[in-house]
């Protein structure tokens, strides 16, 4: 793959824990000094800036607000009123290595969609993602002459630690999101309420799995990148080209074997029981 420099993006990060341990008044001074030495930073988005620093140029959006739904909703704002084709969005606890990035970037172009990485849970015991379908399909990605084949899979509902959005994607659901201002009473209402969150058949659903149904129900489900580590909170995971989920690390890969078993085990349960009652 070309170690060229990709096409300069928008890029943003979240540091709500930051912020709230910083303070609002030192808050500017202490992300100033830290995002001049991003390698060296305690916290792993920052440290992902740092590698995708390595692959383009990219202007910065940093919200510290501790109200999530609505800072990714002001982000995917600035991003529209930019001149940039791709927003590539990562959590503060979230760490991707240089080469992973760039393949994100390459295939979320190609598609003109949304590409994300997945990841593992706090816990250890799940993934970030609700359904991946296959067959697995490998998109041509990157200049001609230069492509590379990358392996790519439809995500019904995916967290979004590191997730690349391509403008064709994000103008489709602004049209017909709800709007507000920025700053309440002041100026235009210009950001799209793209990331909300609620209850849904049963279940909570927060603001990631709500942008992934509106990208389904508009007939542009996410994407999966495959074989693209990502390190969520200590934990290193990804899809391999099967599907099939793979820990770096041998002790959360027998917690995340013990979770799925248990699993297994109650669905085993749950079924016999009902052919058990129905019999």
């Known amino acids: 793959m070309s170690s060229e420099p990709l096409a300069k993006l928008f890029a943003t990060t979240f540091m709500y824990s930051q912020c709230k341990l910083t303070g609002p008044?030192?808050?500017?001074?202490?992300?100033?000094?830290?995002?001049?030495?991003?390698?060296?930073?305690?916290?792993?988005?920052?440290?992902?800036?740092?590698q995708l620093s390595r692959v383009c140029e990219y202007d910065l959006h940093v919200d510290g607000s501790t109200y999530i739904t609505r800072a990714r909703s002001v982000a995917s704002g600035h991003f529209l009123r930019s001149a940039?084709?791709?927003?590539?969005?990562?959590?503060?606890?979230?760490?991707?290595?240089?080469?992973?990035?760039?393949?994100?970037?390459?295939?979320?172009?190609?598609?003109?969609?949304?590409?994300?990485?997945?990841?593992?849970?706090?816990?250890?015991?799940?993934?970030?993602?609700?359904?991946?379908?296959?067959?697995?399909?490998m998109f041509a990605c990157g200049p001609v002459g230069a492509s590379v084949l990358l392996p790519l899979r439809v995500v019904d509902r995916v967290g979004f630690g590191c997730v690349a959005l391509h403008r064709d994607l994000v103008e489709l659901l602004a049209a017909d999101a709800p709007k507000f201002r920025e700053k309440a009473l002041v100026g235009e209402v210009d950001c799209p309420a793209l990331f909300l969150e609620g209850a849904e058949d049963g279940e909570w659903v927060g603001e990631d799995f709500y942008f992934s149904a509106l990208a389904?129900?508009?007939?542009?489900?996410?994407?999966?990148?495959?074989?693209?580590?990502?390190?969520?909170?200590?934990?290193a995971a990804m899809?391999?080209?099967?599907?099939?989920?793979?820990?770096?690390?041998?002790?959360?890969?027998?917690?995340?074997?013990?979770?799925?078993?248990?699993?297994e085990a109650l669905v085993s349960q749950d079924r016999q029981t009902e052919k058990s009652q129905g019999g």
């Open 25 to 50: 008044t030192a808050w500017p001074t202490w992300l100033k000094l830290a995002l001049a030495r991003l390698d060296a930073s305690v916290w792993p988005g920052l440290r992902t800036l740092g």
């Open 84 to 137: 940039h084709d791709v927003w590539l969005t990562v959590d503060d606890d979230v760490y991707v290595q240089e080469d992973v990035l760039r393949r994100v970037i390459l295939a979320c172009r190609a598609t003109r969609g949304g590409i994300a990485l997945p990841y593992m849970n706090r816990d250890g015991h799940s993934m970030t993602f609700r359904k991946v379908s296959g067959p697995t399909s």
């Open 216 to 235: 389904e129900r508009a007939g542009r489900p996410l994407r999966v990148l495959l074989n693209a580590p990502c390190e969520h909170a200590g934990i």
């Open 239 to 263: 899809l391999d080209s099967d599907g099939q989920i793979r820990v770096r690390d041998p002790e959360h890969a027998r917690i995340l074997d013990m979770s799925l078993r248990a699993k």
